[in-house]
């Protein structure tokens, strides 16, 4: 029987503690040694932002996505492979595992076009070097797993004629997993799942469908929370069996639900 493949996206404030980090490492670990491929898709918000200031470029958002000109690209680019990317890959190969550092560019996996974003009005915002993704070519991480690596992922990717483009790594996380038809897909975030009445610990949203979604969408979900529920959902009909979105400031959140099966976080249902 060929291994149960997860793929978990890793974000928030466990990205920037450097003892969650570690923790998150101790977690996949634990997945590994009870039989499941791993695979890490991350953004870099935090970095993302401190290169830019450093920079004097302003960071700029539309509903939860970056606006990327060219010349903010380019130190995006620098935080998400040179500095995230390679911190990660060197925490988690000090944790036992054998972490494989990538971006959506590596031989040539993830294929992007510019993405014309649709607000609420209904009109298109230009948000620069944005993409969205037109093709997935799984052979490389399915090499990469099937021997027992844990590749990790940047959120950037090349069109067909060479332009690079910054993709949201939500959207991205779904979309890989649907991709290299992963079993689960984990977002972790900040908080214990979707709340009704953030923070009362009584008003999480134990299961949410499309249907609540669609009924949710800009109220109880927002800013942020919206590409995370909506890229899990898309991965939900794109084939991927399992979504949820779990703390990733509570790491021990992570083998509690894929190995003890605890009900925790709010997972996505069609």
Same mark, same amino acid.
């Given at each position: 029987?060929?291994?149960?493949?997860?793929?978990?996206?890793?974000?928030?404030?466990?990205?920037?503690?450097? *003892?969650?980090?570690?923790?998150?490492?101790?977690?996949?670990?634990?997945?590994?040694?009870?039989?499941? +491929?791993?695979?890490?898709?991350?953004?870099?918000?935090?970095?993302?932002?401190?290169?830019?200031?450093?920079?004097?470029?302003?960071?700029?958002?539309?509903?939860?996505? !970056?606006?990327?000109?060219?010349?903010?690209?380019?130190?995006? *680019?620098?935080?998400?492979? &040179? +500095?995230?990317?390679?911190?990660?890959?060197?925490?988690?190969?000090?944790? !036992?595992?054998?972490?494989? $550092?990538?971006?959506?560019?590596?031989? $040539?996996?993830?294929?992007?076009?510019?993405?014309?974003?649709?607000?609420?009005? $209904?009109?298109?915002?230009?948000?620069?070097?944005?993409? +969205?993704?037109?093709?997935?070519?799984?052979?490389?991480i399915n090499?990469?797993c099937e021997?027992?690596?844990?590749?990790?992922?940047?959120?950037?990717?090349? $069109?067909?004629?060479?332009?690079?483009?910054?993709?949201?790594?939500?959207?991205? /996380?779904?979309?890989?997993?649907? /991709?290299?038809?992963?079993?689960?897909?984990?977002?972790?975030?900040?908080?214990?799942?979707?709340?009704?009445?953030?923070?009362?610990? /009584?008003?999480?949203? !134990?299961?949410?469908?499309?249907?609540?979604?669609?009924?949710?969408?800009g109220t109880?979900?927002?800013?942020?929370?919206?590409?995370?529920? *909506?890229?899990?959902?898309? /991965?939900?009909?794109? &084939?991927?069996?399992?979504?949820?979105?779990?703390?990733?400031?509570?790491? +021990?959140?992570?083998?509690?639900?894929?190995?003890?099966?605890?009900?925790?976080?709010?997972?996505?249902?069609?």
């Amino acid at each position: 029987m060929s291994k149960q493949r997860i793929l978990i996206k890793y974000g928030g404030n466990a990205m920037i503690n450097p *003892q969650l980090q570690q923790e998150i490492a101790v977690q996949i670990f634990k997945l590994q040694e009870a039989g499941f +491929e791993v695979i890490m898709v991350h953004g870099g918000g935090p970095f993302i932002n401190k290169a830019l200031e450093k920079a004097a470029i302003k960071s700029e958002f539309v509903d939860g996505l !970056r606006v990327t000109e060219a010349i903010a690209f380019a130190e995006i *680019q620098k935080a998400l492979i &040179g +500095e995230v990317n390679a911190d990660l890959v060197s925490k988690l190969n000090q944790n !036992r595992l054998k972490a494989i $550092g990538l971006s959506g560019k590596d031989a $040539g996996m993830v294929q992007a076009k510019k993405y014309q974003h649709r607000s609420a009005d $209904g009109s298109i915002v230009d948000l620069g070097l944005v993409g +969205e993704i037109t093709k997935i070519d799984d052979s490389l991480i399915n090499l990469l797993c099937e021997a027992g690596y844990v590749p990790v992922v940047a959120c950037v990717a090349d $069109g067909t004629d060479g332009t690079s483009y910054n993709i949201n790594a939500d959207t991205f /996380a779904g979309k890989l997993a649907s /991709a290299v038809k992963a079993d689960q897909l984990i977002v972790l975030t900040d908080v214990d799942g979707l709340f009704l009445n953030y923070p009362d610990p /009584a008003s999480i949203i !134990r299961k949410l469908n499309e249907d609540a979604v669609k009924a949710h969408l800009g109220t109880t979900i927002q800013g942020g929370m919206i590409p995370k529920i *909506q890229s899990c959902v898309q /991965a939900l009909k794109e &084939g991927v069996k399992k979504a949820i979105i779990l703390n990733g400031t509570k790491p +021990e959140q992570i083998a509690n639900y894929v190995i003890e099966n605890k009900e925790i976080g709010t997972t996505l249902t069609l």
